[in-house]
């Protein structure tokens, strides 16, 4: 089984990472969503990197589609007051949510790298 170059790795694998779109060894990000000025390893410029709202709309869907189907599950099984119900969801969603950022964030750069996508202009 031969192992695969940097450059054959799923852009799925190099953005949950968080790192380089081009050379998959250094770091995506500076901070915990601030993304690095360039690559320390190969030199990549990040300035095309802008993820927008991108993640977190996926992040809504994923986050909100296993939240409701808990708390159903959990409605249906034991039948807690809603203030357990409160004490659950709330901070299980924001768990969920702030964990997701990065990973997706750092998918979204890769793909956009990947496919060469930018900023649209009119002229």
Known sequence: MTKLS??????????????????ARGNLFGGFLSV?????????????????????????????????????WV????????????ALWIPTTIILAVLLMRPFKGIIITMQYRLSAREGKSE
């Open 36 to 72: 690095n000025s360039s690559c320390g390893v190969c030199g990549l410029d990040f300035s095309f990197a802008d993820s927008a709202d991108g993640p977190a709309i996926f992040i809504i869907f994923i986050v909100g589609a296993i939240v409701v189907a808990l708390a159903l």
């Open 6 to 23: 940097q450059s054959e790795l799923s852009p799925w694998i190099i953005g949950l990472r968080g790192k380089c779109p081009h050379c």
């Open 75 to 86: 409605d249906v099984m034991f039948k807690p007051s809603m203030l357990v119900h409160l």
